[in-house]
């Protein structure tokens, strides 16, 4: 028992020194790859959809950010299910400020399946303009730059999607941090050692934050009625776009998450549905999350074996814990929240381990008020 808490600690430590690796290596090829059709002699109309559903933290900037993209032209369409939705409110008021901008609104209750996003793509897709499509979830934020990132690399024909990584900013207090020091330290991680081991940076999956890709693409794999009863919509239109011998791009800039606030009630559900998601898609990706848990391992050894070397055991994990988090934070996703909550990490480590173990047991979750069911491939039964 000891040397297995010793040799998943030692693991532990590791694999963080093998985070800030990776992401080094990801970071600095980019800087001096360019994709050979990157510089098209004209960028192409882009249609934005956006599904949307309540009021979300800093709501107002984050659609605000879309409305500056540094862009030739684009369509912004929004879409939401209710008609007494209070977001449609903002959204109205959106139109009135930006009245040179081309912005949709589009309520319609239809279902083609039981992914409620994936019935909102549906919806505003109907009303979608042009043949380059871009969706991403509702609580993003983006950079002036953003369509300039994704949508390059669409010209070339062997790329089926683009998709972007998410940094999660301005957390206000302790509960709503214990999500964002978690994604800003293991989030990118997870993503870019699978992104390395697939030569050219490439992947399987697409990440909900940002997925581009153009019509035809999206049409050839069954449009979106062929994802909405999955609840990784995300992950499973990048497999079937994957299937279909395309690659998935994996952009080098990052998508920002507002994320003031929470509860910890909503971080457990959130957290259990994240994990049984990934569980239910990827197993083997869940079984490698284990080794995020050296805090715990450490930690118990310490208890069952008092003494100098526990002591530098428990030390040397939190310390690479902290060393990785802090070397992501300080030169990718530049958080001043992620820096003021650091000290919650290992704690964070500790009491994510339950939900990790009860993810692997339940196939429940609650979703946008919905109970659902979610079976092995992330298919969703009420």
Same mark, same amino acid.
């Given at each position: 028992? %000891? ?12 694999? &963080? ?14 800087? =001096? ?6 510089? $098209?002699?004209?960028? /192409? ?26 862009? $030739? ?45 994936? %019935? ?13 499509? *871009?969706?991403?979830? &509702? ?26 990584? $998410? ?16 994604? %800003? @330290? ?7 050692? /699978? ?6 940076? =490439?992947?399987?999956?697409?990440? !909900? ?39 998935? =791009? ?32 990827? $197993? ?13 391992? &450490? ?5 069952? %074996? ?12 939190? !310390? @690479? ?35 990790? *173990?009860? !993810? ?13 069911? *979610? ?8």
């Amino acid at each position: 028992m %000891n040397d297995f808490l010793i040799g998943l600690s030692i693991i532990s430590c590791f694999y &963080s020194l093998l985070t800030v690796v990776t992401t080094y290596l990801f970071f600095h090829h980019g800087k =001096h790859h360019k994709h050979p059709n990157h510089h $098209p002699p004209a960028l /192409p109309p882009v249609t934005i959809l956006k599904p949307v559903k309540g009021v979300d933290q800093g709501v107002e900037k984050n659609f605000e950010s879309y409305c500056a993209l540094d862009y $030739p032209s684009y369509q912004l369409v929004f879409c939401v299910r209710e008609k007494s939705d209070p977001v449609i409110r903002i959204i109205q008021k959106l139109i009135q400020k930006f009245p040179h901008k081309d912005i949709e609104l589009v309520i319609s209750d239809h279902e083609i399946g039981l992914n409620p996003k994936v %019935n909102n793509l549906s919806n505003g897709y109907k009303k979608a303009k042009y043949d380059f499509i *871009v969706y991403n979830d &509702s609580d993003t934020r983006a950079a002036p730059s953003y369509l300039k990132e994704i949508i390059p690399p669409l010209f070339d024909h062997s790329v089926g999607a683009v998709t972007m990584m $998410p940094i999660y900013r301005e957390s206000k207090q302790t509960k709503a941090a214990l999500e964002t020091i978690g994604i %800003n @330290s293991d989030a990118i991680p997870s993503i870019i050692i /699978p992104a390395l081991l697939w030569a050219g940076r =490439h992947l399987d999956f697409c990440i !909900g934050a940002t997925i581009a890709l153009r019509r035809e693409v999206l049409e050839e794999i069954g449009g979106f009625k062929a994802i909405a009863n999955n609840i990784c919509d995300d992950g499973y239109i990048g497999k079937k776009i994957f299937k279909k011998g395309y690659r998935i =791009h994996l952009s080098r800039a990052l998508i920002s998450c507002i994320h003031h606030e929470s509860r910890f009630r909503e971080f457990y559900r959130h957290m259990l549905r994240w994990f049984v998601t990934i569980r239910a898609f990827s $197993p083997f990706k869940y079984l490698m999350g284990i080794f995020i848990f050296g805090t715990f391992y &450490s930690a118990v050894y310490a208890i069952l %074996n008092p003494g100098l070397f526990s002591y530098l055991l428990f030390c040397s994990v939190i !310390g @690479s814990r902290w060393l990785s988090a802090a070397y992501l934070n300080t030169l990718y996703i530049k958080d001043e929240s992620t820096f003021r909550y650091l000290w919650l990490l290992p704690i964070r480590d500790l009491i994510l381990l339950p939900i990790w *173990v009860d !993810g692997w047991y339940s196939s429940k979750v609650r979703w946008r008020g919905k109970k659902y069911r *979610v079976l092995w491939g992330g298919e969703l039964k009420e």
